[in-house]
């Protein structure tokens, strides 16, 4: 199944506001593994496809918005190895499709669409009982890929990557975080910068994923989880909120490294990033940035 994707490359950044600090920066492109399935998505998705697989499930339905690179992902994936999906919408359907949407119908997802109050259900008994109801045998994913399988996958996401003092992300849930955490040394770190507002009720959920995976009967990781701090002065006034500022920035990042950024998630990680190294908050260090992919979302924001 990992056949068809690339092995990350890590890139070096020539910032000379890193080397003034002493700070060595690195990115490693997770947006380059696939060209639809990439990412940390596709990391999340890996064990839960294979669950689904294993219990002889031949549909996927799942859960997001109307921009979700989740969605996206599941979409081509489903496609790729074949099983029926269906996206569960949040939100009225507006015509014409955006481009994410369009995509997965292509894809073959079947698309339907719940309210904004119902959506908020999406974690319960009630709502995937009544989906099972009227979709029949559907192996349910959470959104975003975000329980124990989809941790078990960010595990390997630094599986054969070592020599780095500090990985930084960007986080939503945490999911990737938590998984990410269980593969570095202890006298390596992890830093997240949590996109949404009031970042810091991630701190009980990643506690809450690494205590849930550890009791689980999942495969033990070989590491206990690695140091990790959250930094939530970032998020830009909300998940998919951003201003001119970051936008500039994200495309100046581009000019001058060729690298693009997403809006949502890795474009804030990077401005905090850039921005605390400006303060003299990391010094002599090694940093790997993790690029989680997301640049499909970007066509929501083109005004
Ligand atoms: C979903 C997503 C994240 C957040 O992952 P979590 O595991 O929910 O923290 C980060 N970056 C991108 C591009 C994403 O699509």
Request: proline share 4%; net charge neutral; charged share 15%.
């Amino acid at each position: 199944m990992s056949s068809i994707f690339l092995p990350p490359p890590i890139q070096k950044i020539n910032s000379e506001i890193a080397t003034n600090a002493g700070v060595n920066l690195y990115i490693l492109r997770l947006d380059l593994m696939h060209p639809q399935i990439n990412g940390n998505k596709w990391f999340k998705l890996k064990y839960n496809l294979a669950a689904a697989k294993e219990k002889n499930f031949s549909t996927i339905l799942t859960f997001g918005g109307a921009y979700s690179n989740h969605i996206y992902a599941t979409a081509a994936a489903g496609n790729l190895f074949g099983f029926r999906t269906i996206g569960i919408i949040r939100g009225e359907e507006n015509i014409p499709l955006n481009s994410t949407l369009q995509f997965a119908v292509a894809q073959g997802m079947q698309l339907v669409y719940i309210n904004r109050q119902t959506y908020k259900q999406r974690h319960t008994e009630k709502l995937q009982t009544q989906l099972q109801q009227q979709f029949g045998e559907v192996f349910i994913i959470p959104e975003g890929g975000c329980n124990l399988n989809g941790m078990r996958g960010c595990i390997e996401i630094l599986a054969t990557i070592k020599e780095f003092n500090t990985v930084c992300l960007a986080c939503g849930t945490g999911t990737t975080l938590a998984g990410m955490t269980l593969s570095l040394n202890q006298n390596q770190k992890m830093i997240g910068f949590p996109v949404l507002k009031g970042g810091n009720f991630l701190q009980e959920d990643i506690n809450n994923l690494l205590k849930n995976y550890l009791a689980s009967d999942l495969p033990k990781p070989v590491n206990s989880p690695a140091p990790w701090e959250l930094i939530c002065n970032y998020h830009f006034g909300g998940y998919a909120k951003i201003n001119n500022e970051l936008k500039l920035f994200c495309q100046n990042f581009q000019e001058q490294h060729d690298i693009p950024l997403d809006y949502v998630y890795t474009g804030k990680m990077f401005y905090g990033v850039m921005d605390l190294i400006t303060q003299g908050y990391f010094q002599s260090e090694s940093l790997l940035l993790v690029h989680t992919g997301g640049l499909q979302g970007n066509i929501g924001f083109t005004n």
